[in-house]
């Protein structure tokens, strides 16, 4: 396909079919019977109703024949975006769910994530949890790795390897009073994150960019919180922590940061709050600083799988978005047992529940709301919404090709249903069965290469 056409666009592929995606104004658009056409870049050429098919195909170059058509139980969806998951902690995913927080992370987590000095060990777990994510229809990930850098190197080579849209970071922690051995000094930390940024940004990956990563305030000092800070500012780079998550955490920060006002302010006096900034949970944060949030752009990912797992709290998502704080979701590998998005998208309808249950004055969330939290809002969390998050002309295509039919899949469709019926039947019941096809910028990155008949 790609001839130029009279204009001397190019396309790559065209899809016919429905598509269903949100805007900033509509939670769920539902496009039936359009034309969606790729270029050679991975971009959406155009997206218009389907009888335009003769016009578009003198000006992008293709022909009329070569549109894939869509079967009658499929639509397109944007991608999902996983803004907050621990690439680290996914070899024991799905069980050490018995403590909270501060025990989980002394008993379970610094243990195994200091495993990751052993390359081997790093490539073997790494390379699953790309491809177990990809599966599950997340086309862009925000991972934390650990705090070695050769490892989380070799987490961002594997998303590039397999088309994962991707922010990596190097984790960065100078406190840890438990598990002494998995901790780096300050000046380690400092380096290490230079020769991280500097070597993950040579590589010139095209979907795979560093984040800069202090773990949390209770695990770094305001040294190096500061100095992140300003790796951060100097490079332009996005930022991801915690914060808030439980409250046994949050007394600890006012004990460990006597001078500071909130957990936000620690965060905010160090310059870690930016429109790049991305923080996981935010349970127990008040509304003084979710104000501080929405001012300096800084985003929250919601993390209810893990919320719940730990006994930790639950976010109230509409009292976020109500003070206009930018939220996506994430599943929080391993504190979050699945590392499903559409699970993510469970949870959050499930925890927004519970809160009407506790007071039904509350607003409870509708699955339109949370499609558009699974895809557009994360992408906006994370910053990258002029890149991804949906079909809007120019955006990348990063998209999961859904079959509600799809042989041996989970769902037994009884009767003809409308499209809107067929997206909330597969978030609440699909699965990786009904993913059949995922793009990212227009790779298909899904079926995996390998495993493809050809
Ligand atoms: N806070 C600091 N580190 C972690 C972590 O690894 N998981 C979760 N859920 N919270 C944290
Ligand atoms: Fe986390």
């Given at each position: 396909?790609?001839?130029?056409?009279?204009?001397?666009?190019?396309?790559?592929?065209?899809?016919?079919?429905?598509?269903?995606?949100?805007?900033?104004?509509?939670?769920?658009?539902?496009?039936?019977?359009?034309?969606?056409?790729?270029?050679?870049?991975?971009?959406?050429?155009?997206?218009?109703?389907?009888?335009?098919?003769?016009?578009?195909?003198?000006?992008?170059?293709?022909?009329?024949?070569?549109?894939?058509?869509?079967?009658?139980?499929?639509?397109?969806?944007?991608?999902?975006?996983?803004?907050?998951?621990?690439?680290?902690?996914?070899?024991?995913?799905?069980?050490?769910?018995?403590?909270?927080?501060?025990?989980?992370l002394n008993?379970?987590t610094f243990p195994?994530e200091s495993?990751?000095?052993?390359?081997?060990?790093?490539?073997?777990?790494?390379?699953?949890?790309?491809?177990?994510?990809?599966?599950?229809?997340?086309?862009?990930?925000?991972?934390?790795?650990?705090?070695?850098?050769?490892?989380?190197?070799?987490?961002?080579?594997?998303?590039?390897?397999?088309?994962?849209?991707?922010?990596?970071?190097?984790?960065?922690?100078?406190?840890n009073n438990f598990v002494k051995h998995y901790k780096?000094?300050?000046?380690?930390?400092?380096?290490?994150?230079?020769?991280?940024?500097?070597?993950?940004?040579?590589?010139?990956?095209?979907?795979?960019?560093?984040?800069?990563?202090?773990?949390?305030?209770?695990?770094?000092?305001?040294?190096?919180?500061?100095?992140?800070?300003?790796?951060?500012?100097?490079?332009?780079?996005?930022?991801?922590?915690?914060?808030?998550?439980?409250?046994?955490?949050?007394?600890?920060?006012?004990?460990?940061?006597?001078?500071?006002?909130?957990?936000?302010?620690?965060?905010?006096?160090?310059?870690?709050?930016?429109?790049?900034?991305?923080?996981?949970?935010?349970?127990?944060?008040?509304?003084?600083?979710?104000?501080?949030?929405?001012?300096?752009?800084?985003?929250?990912?919601?993390?209810?799988?893990?919320?719940?797992?730990?006994?930790?709290?639950?976010?109230?998502?509409?009292?976020?978005?109500?003070?206009?704080?930018?939220?996506?979701?994430?599943?929080?590998?391993?504190?979050?047992?699945?590392?499903?998005?559409?699970?993510?998208?469970?949870?959050?309808?499930?925890?927004?529940?519970?809160?009407?249950?506790?007071?039904?004055?509350?607003?409870?969330?509708?699955?339109?709301?949370?499609?558009?939290?699974?895809?557009?809002?994360?992408?906006?969390?994370?910053?990258?919404?002029?890149?991804?998050?949906?079909?809007?002309?120019?955006?990348?295509?990063?998209?999961?090709?859904?079959?509600?039919?799809?042989?041996?899949?989970?769902?037994?469709?009884?009767?003809?249903?409308?499209?809107?019926?067929?997206?909330?039947?597969?978030?609440?019941?699909?699965?990786?069965?009904?993913?059949?096809?995922?793009?990212?910028?227009?790779?298909?990155?899904?079926?995996?290469?390998?495993?493809?008949?050809?």
């Amino acid at each position: 396909m790609a001839n130029p056409g009279s204009s001397g666009s190019t396309v790559a592929f065209v899809y016919r079919g429905t598509f269903v995606h949100s805007t900033p104004q509509t939670p769920l658009q539902i496009l039936e019977d359009a034309l969606l056409g790729v270029d050679t870049d991975g971009k959406i050429a155009f997206i218009e109703g389907g009888q335009e098919v003769q016009r578009l195909s003198q000006i992008f170059g293709f022909s009329p024949s070569e549109v894939i058509q869509l079967g009658q139980y499929e639509f397109f969806m944007p991608g999902m975006v996983d803004t907050h998951i621990h690439a680290s902690q996914y070899s024991y995913a799905g069980t050490a769910l018995d403590m909270p927080l501060l025990q989980w992370l002394n008993t379970y987590t610094f243990p195994v994530e200091s495993h990751f000095k052993d390359l081997e060990f790093a490539q073997k777990v790494y390379s699953q949890v790309v491809r177990r994510t990809l599966r599950n229809g997340t086309t862009t990930a925000c991972y934390f790795a650990t705090i070695h850098t050769d490892a989380s190197l070799l987490l961002g080579q594997i998303a590039n390897d397999l088309g994962q849209r991707a922010l990596v970071g190097k984790v960065c922690m100078d406190r840890n009073n438990f598990v002494k051995h998995y901790k780096e000094t300050f000046k380690e930390s400092q380096d290490e994150t230079y020769r991280f940024i500097k070597e993950l940004s040579n590589k010139k990956y095209p979907l795979v960019k560093p984040v800069v990563t202090p773990r949390f305030a209770p695990s770094c000092t305001e040294a190096l919180l500061t100095q992140l800070g300003a790796v951060a500012k100097n490079n332009n780079l996005h930022i991801q922590s915690h914060i808030s998550e439980n409250i046994e955490e949050v007394e600890l920060v006012k004990e460990l940061f006597p001078a500071s006002e909130s957990y936000t302010d620690v965060y905010h006096k160090c310059n870690l709050l930016t429109d790049k900034t991305v923080m996981a949970h935010g349970c127990h944060l008040t509304d003084k600083e979710l104000a501080l949030f929405r001012e300096t752009g800084a985003s929250l990912s919601h993390c209810p799988n893990s919320n719940i797992s730990l006994c930790s709290g639950i976010l109230d998502v509409r009292n976020v978005l109500n003070h206009k704080v930018k939220l996506g979701l994430g599943t929080d590998v391993a504190g979050g047992y699945s590392s499903s998005m559409l699970d993510a998208v469970r949870r959050t309808l499930d925890a927004s529940k519970v809160l009407t249950i506790q007071n039904p004055e509350h607003n409870t969330l509708t699955f339109e709301e949370v499609f558009r939290l699974a895809t557009l809002g994360g992408s906006q969390a994370l910053s990258l919404d002029e890149q991804t998050g949906n079909f809007e002309v120019g955006k990348d295509f990063d998209a999961l090709r859904v079959n509600m039919a799809a042989p041996g899949g989970p769902i037994d469709l009884i009767q003809y249903e409308e499209t809107k019926i067929l997206l909330e039947k597969f978030l609440n019941l699909g699965d990786d069965r009904n993913i059949v096809e995922v793009f990212v910028a227009g790779r298909k990155v899904l079926p995996f290469a390998e495993l493809r008949v050809e």
